[in-house]
């Protein structure tokens, strides 16, 4: 699966902003999805996941500490897309976010997108 992530920009901190991660392929919902970022001189981190569609425990969402109640990921199947609204911006979320596909449960992001940066402002 490749995919392509929008969205980024520059916004004042408390502002909001919305991430999409556009999937090629036909299985995508087989796909547990998720958000990581990389702020500069910093490792990547995980910010959200969503899982696969599978049966009983499709949707599952899963947040760092750091975004809980700020950030939503969410998935439209039909459109092969995954999103992530952020809202109450903090100039420490400041980084490039990567979208990232495993297949089913294995938890094995093997599949990145190219990165789209998001500046917060104070």
């Known amino acids: 699966v490749q995919l392509q992530a929008s969205g980024g920009g520059l916004v004042q901190a408390g502002g909001s902003l919305r991430l999409s991660c556009a999937a090629s392929?036909?299985?995508?919902?087989?796909?547990?999805m998720g958000w990581f970022r990389q702020a500069p001189g910093k490792e990547r981190e995980f910010v959200a996941t969503?899982?696969?569609?599978?049966?009983?425990?499709?949707?599952?969402?899963t947040y760092a500490d750091s975004v809980k109640g700020r950030f939503t990921i969410s998935r439209d199947n039909a459109k092969n897309t995954v999103y992530l609204q952020m809202n109450s911006l903090k100039p420490e979320d400041t980084a490039v976010y990567y979208c990232?596909?495993?297949?089913?449960?294995?938890?094995?992001?093997?599949?990145w997108g190219q990165g789209t940066l998001v500046t917060v402002s104070s």
């Open positions: 969503i899982s696969w569609s599978g049966l009983r425990t499709g949707g599952r969402t």
């Open positions: 990232a596909a495993a297949y089913g449960n294995s938890g094995d992001y093997q599949h």
């Open positions: 392929g036909r299985a995508f919902s087989n796909y547990g």
